[in-house]
């Protein structure tokens, strides 16, 4: 089956959308997370711009990205962070003061995941 996002030019979107493609259910990453794992380490600000971009019909799991301090970012001009909470707490990701527990919740792809 073809992912969309290898369809992907420029290099350094494709494999932040890679990178998203494999954080799992009911963890989260941070936009610094996913840049330096896709290997563009003090690129969080562009993973944001490549979700900002992403086809709405592509089904990344692009709420489970949120920023350093365990929060999740507002947008302007729509409501799609109001969507991001339901979607993680429908995951089981706990926001406590709206924010998550990163001890918890974030993922670390070195080990494996149950």
Same mark, same amino acid.
């Given at each position: 089956m073809s992912k969309p996002h290898q369809s992907v030019k420029n290099p350094m979107r494709r494999s932040f959308y !890679?990178? &998203?493609a494999c954080v799992p259910y009911g963890? *989260?990453?941070?936009?610094?997370? *996913?840049a330096t794992l896709a290997g563009y380490p003090g690129r969080a600000r562009q993973v944001g711009y490549a979700l900002a971009g992403m086809p709405e019909e592509w089904?990344?799991?692009w709420? #489970? &990205?949120i920023n350093a301090q365990g929060k999740i970012s507002p947008r302007r001009g729509n409501? =799609?962070?109001?969507l991001q909470y339901e979607l993680l707490e429908a995951e089981g990701v706990i926001l406590m !003061?709206? #924010? &998550?527990?990163?001890?918890? =919740?974030?993922?670390?792809?070195?080990e494996a995941e149950d």
């Open positions: !890679e990178t &998203i963890r *989260v990453a941070t936009y610094g997370q *996913v089904t990344l799991p709420h #489970r &990205i409501k =799609f962070h109001l !003061e709206n #924010r &998550i527990d990163l001890a918890l =919740f974030l993922w670390h792809p070195e």
